[in-house]
């Protein structure tokens, strides 16, 4: 059960996961590390959760790491991340890793549907084009269309047409929705992959995720009893714990990091 956590009061589930041995925070980025905003390539990350990530990555046997659907690429720009920076990346629901101390982790070819990523573009594009307010998102594995910019019926009648696309020429390719947001993919992997990533390589004993919507219950019904789930949002979940908004994730994040620290002083 899903219960709101209210900022400067205590949490057990918070102690719990600040007391772990091996700790990886993972963060969803649009609508978790930054507010969702209308162009997604303009999205950034809040100041002061910059800051509480800063803290985190700082701790000894800490990382912290975006969990992300943008492309690795995308990822990169947005999160204004740079070569010798201490957090990791996991792209494309967790089809692509950047890893610190080794760059950018080339991912095998399995899983991948039949059909042309480009092709898959060619046909998409003109139907979006027709939609004022409509978004083209390439990413490295399929696309995504946003429709941050229009109304509801806009986003109803687009979403039907791509959708039917896909099911006509690309029916094996993996469909996902979101906030204002409908992705294809031809590779099967989830968010739910990349919490097994993250845990396999920094030999977690616990992960800290947080996420806003659908695509990120996948890593949310994978936790165990020694992690914890954060829910940013409404909606349903198999998080334990709520907060409203990216800020209270901020506030969250620092309250993590001032527990943890003060473990190790």
Do not use: C
Request: net charge negative.
């Amino acid at each position: 059960m899903t219960r709101p956590w209210t900022p400067g009061t205590p949490s057990a589930e918070l102690s719990a996961i600040a007391r772990t041995a091996r700790l990886v925070v993972a963060l969803d980025f649009d609508g978790v590390a930054s507010p969702l905003v209308p162009q997604p390539m303009e999205a950034r990350a809040l100041p002061e959760t910059v800051a509480q990530i800063a803290r985190l990555a700082a701790l000894p046997d800490t990382v912290v790491s975006f969990v992300s659907g943008r492309s690795l690429h995308d990822l990169r720009i947005i999160t204004e991340h740079t070569d010798d920076s201490p957090v990791a990346l996991a792209g494309s629901h967790g089809a692509q890793y950047w890893f610190p101390g080794e760059g950018e982790i080339v991912p095998s070819a399995e899983a991948t549907a039949e059909g042309d990523r480009e092709e898959l573009w060619a046909a998409a594009r003109p139907i979006i084009d027709r939609y004022e307010g409509a978004e083209f998102e390439p990413k490295a594995f399929g696309m995504g269309v946003h429709t941050r910019r229009t109304d509801r019926e806009t986003e109803k009648q687009l979403f039907a047409e791509i959708d039917a696309l896909a099911a006509e020429r690309f029916p094996h390719w993996r469909r996902r929705s979101g906030h204002r947001v409908l992705e294809f993919s031809s590779r099967n992997e989830g968010k739910d992959a990349a919490m097994t990533a993250l845990r396999e390589k920094f030999d977690a004993t616990g992960i800290l995720f947080a996420g806003d919507d659908v695509t990120d219950e996948d890593a949310m019904k994978v936790l165990l009893p020694t992690d914890l789930g954060v829910r940013v949002g409404p909606g349903e979940s198999a998080a334990a714990l709520r907060v409203e908004n990216p800020q209270e994730i901020a506030m969250l994040l620092e309250a993590l990091a001032d527990e943890r620290s003060a473990l190790q002083e």
